[in-house]
């Protein structure tokens, strides 16, 4: 990703997300909206974008965060809304390990509650520890908390996979976690 559509990304990645009434545009139930409309916004405040930067950006993006509908009129981010949208994913079963990337400071606490999802709709796993330790590295010096998930989907808790490949669910209890 170069400057130009790393800046895009998130800017994209705040209103589908986060704020789509920031910029004036509403999601529908499953997190897509139009990308007409969304395009004409753009441009209506200080930036540019083209349909053609648009598509480079969902293509190119280094984690695919976005995706277009099949005739490309509707868009959505992939993962990590805090809007209280479906995605509307099956749920399926996770391998047996899945890791999350945190920092030390947080440890104590997940160490009492368990992961829990914050201001997000999911708890978000990586399936190698290398993924997990760029997500950690957001916020200082990583740590890696190994996820029993194969256990705690035997036991009834669901999990789900984006379109990019991230695990989603609900909590993680702390007996499912090795520190
Ligand atoms: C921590 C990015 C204290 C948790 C990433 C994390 C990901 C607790 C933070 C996606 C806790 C939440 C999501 C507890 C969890 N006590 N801290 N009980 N439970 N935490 O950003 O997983 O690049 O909401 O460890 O790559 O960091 O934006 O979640 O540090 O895929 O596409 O609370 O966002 O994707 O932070 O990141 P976040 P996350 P993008």
Not at 36 to 55: D, G
Request: proline share 4%; hydrophobic share 35%; glycine share 6%.
């Amino acid at each position: 990703m170069n400057k130009k559509t790393k800046n895009i990304s998130k800017f994209l990645s705040y209103v589908l997300r986060h704020h789509p009434d920031k910029l004036g545009i509403a999601l529908d139930k499953n997190g897509w909206t139009s990308v007409n409309f969304l395009l004409e916004k753009i441009n209506a405040e200080p930036y540019s974008l083209t349909m053609t930067e648009l598509e480079e950006v969902v293509a190119t993006n280094n984690k695919k965060r976005f995706a277009f509908n099949e005739d490309k009129t509707m868009i959505r981010a992939n993962q990590g809304h805090s809007v209280n949208i479906d995605l509307a994913l099956q749920p399926k079963q996770p391998p047996e390990y899945l890791y999350h990337g945190t920092v030390e400071k947080f440890v104590k606490s997940i160490k009492e509650k368990g992961l829990i999802k914050g201001t997000r709709q999911h708890v978000h796993l990586s399936t190698d520890k290398e993924t997990a330790s760029n997500v950690g590295s957001r916020r200082g010096k990583p740590f890696i908390l190994t996820i029993k998930s194969g256990n705690m989907n035997q036991e009834g808790f669901s999990f789900y996979q984006s379109e990019n490949g991230v695990w989603l669910t609900d909590k993680v209890p702390a007996t499912f976690i090795e520190f």
